[in-house]
């Protein structure tokens, strides 16, 4: 199974940024698949996953009402949308899938696969 990310960059602050990410490799039944992102000097944390079937969404509180989470048309494919970005959003932000999920988890132990991440870097 390989992630593959885009999307990422330099924007400033109150700034809109769309991160997508599709998974290949084989046909997956269920999965949660996600963001971490890893801010310069600190651990991965998680930033948001979507459940299929059911697309049910979890977020962490510092990014609820800014950050939409949204599957795409084509399976396995997955989208944060990034509003009103602020300068500690500024991380290298990963894809993350748990193949096989029965419910969201917000610890990165929990993921199966990971992309390669993309930096997003956010000015004030």
């Known amino acids: 199974v390989q992630l593959q990310a885009c999307g990422g960059g330099l924007v400033q602050a109150g700034d809109s940024m769309k991160l997508s990410c599709v998974a290949s490799?084989?046909?997956?039944?269920?999965?949660?698949m996600g963001w971490f992102r890893q801010a310069p000097g600190k651990d991965r944390t998680f930033v948001a996953a979507i459940r299929w079937p059911g697309d049910s969404t979890y977020y962490v509180d510092s990014v609820k009402g800014r950050f939409t989470i949204s599957r795409g048309n084509a399976k396995n494919t997955v989208s944060l949308q990034m509003n009103s970005l602020k300068p500690e959003d500024t991380a290298v932000y990963y894809c993350?899938?748990?193949?096989?999920?029965?419910?969201?988890?917000?610890?990165?132990?929990?993921?199966?696969?990971w992309g390669q991440g993309t930096l997003v870097t956010v000015s004030s």
């Open positions: 993350t899938m748990d193949d096989g999920a029965g419910s969201i988890a917000t610890y990165s132990r929990a993921y199966d696969y």
């Open positions: 490799g084989r046909t997956f039944s269920s999965y949660v």
